[in-house]
């Protein structure tokens, strides 16, 4: 976790986002080959629905028709 704050630390220096995900796949079924995560920049009017709420709606939308 050490190296995650290292790396969410540089990329607040020098690409000032507003927020950031930090995310991490771990283990075989849940997609990971090499141990590594992801820190992604977020930014103000960057999308719409930033809490991925309107992604989870259309899946349940498709789900209810099947």
Do not use: W
């Amino acid at each position: 976790m050490k190296s995650i704050e290292k790396y969410r630390q540089l990329i607040e220096r020098n690409f000032t986002p507003v927020g950031h995900n930090t995310g991490m796949n771990y283990g075989e079924v849940a997609g990971q080959t090499v141990l590594h995560f992801h820190v992604i920049t977020r930014y103000k009017g960057y999308m719409a629905d930033p809490s991925g709420n309107q992604a989870l709606r259309c899946r349940y939308k498709a789900l209810r028709k099947i």
